[in-house]
């Protein structure tokens, strides 16, 4: 299994992204896909993250600003960040969970800058 994210970059504070992570390989078709992030000096976190029937978890830091969504048919995730905070500045990182497995993508750099 493998997850390729794309999508980082350098936006300004209040601005947008949209990042977007596909997987390959023999993937279940029940399964978790997310993002965590990890900010200088800080531990992993959620951001989001959406099961293939359809049920999301945010974090409480970016509840209303970002939106998971995914296609089951293409094992493809995306997370439309709003309103994005110099706070929101991290490495993203897309991950897949099923069947007691879990499988990380390479990062993506969110840099929030004026």
């Known amino acids: 299994v493998q997850l390729q994210a794309s999508g980082g970059g350098l936006v300004q504070p209040g601005g947008s992204l949209r990042l977007s992570c596909a997987a390959s390989g023999s993937i279940s078709s029940i399964n978790t896909m997310g993002w965590y992030r990890q900010a200088p000096g800080k531990q992993r976190e959620l951001a989001a993250q959406?099961?293939?029937?359809?049920?999301?978890n945010y974090a409480g830091s970016v509840k209303g600003r970002f939106t998971i969504s995914r296609d089951n048919n293409k094992n493809t995730v995306y997370l439309q960040m709003n309103s994005l905070k110099l706070e929101d500045t991290a490495v993203y990182y897309c991950?897949?969970?099923?069947?007691?497995?879990?499988?990380w993508g390479q990062g993506t750099q969110v840099t929030v800058s004026s």
């Open positions: 991950a897949l969970f099923f069947g007691g497995w879990d499988y």
């Open positions: 959406m099961s293939s029937g359809g049920s999301t």
